[in-house]
Nanobody, 126 residues
């Protein structure tokens, strides 16, 4: 079993930045893909960004391109989502997810991810 713990959420004004870390622990996989998803109030959860095991391949939702950056820590068991130029429509609960398979480019569907964190709230005020 893998445990994922997100942090770094909070309240920020439009145009501001937040950095969300996600730490993985428990069963270790030789290689796994990590992703970020979010769920806005009253909406379905949606893909934001994902990164391959090596960190050499990334995928982004159109809404995140140019503003968000996903990266992995040196130990590979931590992933970060740097969010810049935040907009009110970025408000939601952000979830970290892990897929225990090699995928390049990293996949964007929820069904591909086996493990999920509890989420961290991000609120962007106008």
């Amino acid at each position: 079993q893998v445990q994922l713990v997100e942090s770094g959420g909070g309240l920020v004004q439009a145009g501001g930045s937040l950095r969300l870390p996600c730490a993985a622990s428990g069963r270790t996989f030789s290689r796994y893909t990590m992703g970020w998803f979010r769920q806005a109030p009253g909406k379905e959860r949606e893909f934001v960004a994902a990164i391959s095991w090596t960190g050499g391949s990334t995928s982004y939702a159109d809404s995140a391109k140019g503003r968000f950056t996903i990266s992995r820590g040196n130990a590979k068991n931590t992933v970060f989502l740097q969010m810049n130029s935040l907009k009110p429509e970025d408000t939601g609960v952000y979830y970290c997810a892990a897929e225990p398979r090699v995928a390049s480019p990293p996949r964007t569907r929820e069904a591909n991810y086996d493990y999920w964190g509890q989420g961290t709230q991000v609120t962007v005020s106008s």
